[in-house]
């Protein structure tokens, strides 16, 4: 399993507690984590949940995408779900530019635990 995450505490809780799952950060928006999450579904994986899951709700600035190794033959489904959550964030992304250092706390704890109980 590999989660490609650009929030800092799903990024280090996982990489200290989990030695079978890899952990890749991405310094940078949703927008570059689902870029980073396609190009590894186009290579040789698929999404383990759907990414946007707890997530039409609200906006927010962090994504962590959960993906397993495929063994069938690629399906597009899984561009297309992160194809919807790239909207959502063209949708939104003016929310995220002037939001509050507390509110970004707050929404990495909510995407933490979205991709906590899938992992553990």
Do not use: C, Q
């Amino acid at each position: 399993m590999i989660v490609v995450t650009n929030n800092k505490l799903v990024y280090e809780d996982i990489a200290e507690s989990t030695k079978d799952t890899e952990v890749e950060f991405i310094d940078g928006t949703v927008k570059d984590v689902v870029f980073a999450s396609r190009e590894k579904v186009l290579d040789r994986f698929k999404l383990a949940a759907d990414p946007l899951a707890g997530r039409k709700a609200r906006p927010n600035p962090y994504l962590s995408v959960v993906l397993e190794k495929r063994t069938e033959k690629y399906e597009a489904y899984h561009i297309l779900r992160l194809e919807k959550m790239l909207e959502l964030f063209y949708k939104n992304e003016a929310a995220f530019t002037d939001m509050s250092k507390s509110l970004r706390s707050d929404f990495a704890i909510i995407d933490y635990s979205l991709i906590s109980t899938l992992i553990y």
